[in-house]
């Protein structure tokens, strides 16, 4: 499914981005989750030869998981890719496959810069501009 979403940069106007969500069936979901959990009890095992760290590395993975397992379960979709225009340069931007979250900020390969892709009916104060209040302790 192609969903249209907004890259939004930093006083420049919104550019239009198609990206390529998939949705997840149960199976590919507990098929995913299974590699992951039986990953993570892998290193599990591993943490729990090294003595003195395993009395701590062992219960905290263990909860980490079922953390992990249960978040895994739940993702019901992901961005497979998408493509559009950086709004500062002008050059084609990418997405890569990622979780599927909105909006989320990613960096333009050719001029470095960070843009954040919103949902279409996002509001216009830009993600960026509320992050470096925060980043550079302006309140
Ligand atoms: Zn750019």
């Known amino acids: 499914m192609i969903r249209k979403a907004l890259i939004r940069g930093w006083n420049v106007p919104d550019a239009v981005i198609e990206l390529e969500v998939s949705s997840l069936a ?7 989750t299974g590699g992951l959990v039986l990953a993570m009890l892998l290193a599990t095992a591993v943490s729990a030869l090294i003595p003195i760290i395993d009395f701590i590395a062992v219960p905290l993975m ?3 998981t ?4 249960i978040s895994s379960l739940n993702r019901t979709k992901v961005i497979k890719g998408g493509a559009g225009k950086c709004p500062h ?3 084609p931007f990418r997405i890569y496959p990622r979780r599927y979250t909105l909006p989320f900020t990613d960096v333009c390969e050719h001029c470095h ?3 954040s892709i919103v949902d ?3 509001s216009a ?5 509320i992050a ?3 980043r550079y302790g302006l309140l």
């Open 26 to 32: 149960l199976m590919e979901r507990m098929v995913r």
């Open 62 to 64: 263990l909860i980490a």
């Open 66 to 69: 079922v953390i992990v397992g």
């Open 89 to 91: 340069c002008d050059s």
């Open 113 to 115: 810069r960070q843009v």
């Open 120 to 122: 279409e009916n996002q």
């Open 125 to 129: 104060v830009p993600l960026s501009f």
């Open 132 to 134: 470096n209040i925060f």
